[in-house]
């Protein structure tokens, strides 16, 4: 599913206070969002496939030059995240269903930009009947990538991609850089998209490898 647009008014605050979850992890993290999916409203998001017409996105980010050589990757099991890993890289490329998106089912709701911006300020809650809460998200997806961050530093790995999901590495930046839920960041994300997160630090923000690759 694609994220929302346009401000939302209305909704609490966050309900955790912000930290760090990367404390002493020294490989830098590069958190890749999946291209656009082929959308069948009758059948769960976590089935769906890449949409074949639009792959030259993910062309255009592999063209970028963003990405690192000689990473560690990992993928999301989802198959669109699968798909967008192996359009980015020759390299091999483990995968993990912990680092799956949030738990959706199949069917289609007007309001979905308001319920993704509920479960990731009101983490506790279910935003919508049958989907995962935003706590439940973070938790398994934060546990996730940290499990990767030391696999990679242990095997000299000086980076480390994983391909994965919007809603997902939202919660997860927001654990990493100890800072609240960007709402406005998950707003704007393409498909694909990517950041880094080093030091517990953002340092190339969502987009930015669109507008000055390499250097950003």
């Known amino acids: 599913m694609?994220?929302?647009t346009g401000p939302v008014a209305d909704l609490p605050g966050p309900t955790t206070e912000p930290r760090r979850a990367d404390e002493g992890r020294h490989v830098t993290l590069h958190l890749v969002r999946h291209g656009a999916p082929l959308v069948d409203p009758a059948q769960a998001p976590s089935s769906w496939s890449l949409d074949p017409s639009k792959v030259d996105a993910v062309h255009a980010l592999r063209d970028a030059g963003v990405?690192?050589?000689?990473?560690?990757?990992?993928?999301?099991?989802?198959p669109k995240a699968r798909e967008t890993a192996a359009l980015l890289t020759d390299e091999p490329v483990g995968t993990d269903a912990d680092l799956r998106e949030q738990a959706r089912p199949a069917g289609w709701l007007d309001d979905y930009a308001v319920r993704i911006h509920r479960s990731l300020v009101a983490l506790e809650h279910p935003s919508a009947p049958g989907?995962?809460?935003?706590?439940s998200t973070r938790e398994r997806v934060v546990t996730a990538a940290l499990?990767?961050?030391?696999?990679?530093g242990?095997?000299?790995?000086?980076?480390?991609?994983?391909?994965?999901?919007g809603t997902a590495w939202t919660l997860l930046v927001a654990a990493l850089t100890g800072r609240p839920v960007d709402l406005y960041a998950w707003e704007?994300?393409?498909?694909?998209?990517?950041?880094?997160?080093a030091g517990g630090e953002l340092v190339r923000r969502w987009g930015a490898w669109r507008a000055q690759?390499?250097?950003?």
């Open 147 to 152: 499990t990767h961050l030391d696999a990679a």
């Open 67 to 78: 990405l690192p050589p000689g990473a560690r990757w990992v993928s999301s099991a989802e």
């Open 2 to 4: 694609s994220a929302g």
């Open 131 to 135: 989907w995962e809460t935003g706590e």
């Open 188 to 197: 704007r994300l393409t498909l694909p998209d990517v950041c880094v997160v």
């Open 154 to 165: 242990a095997d000299g790995h000086r980076d480390l991609v994983l391909v994965g999901h």
């Open 213 to 216: 690759p390499r250097d950003v």
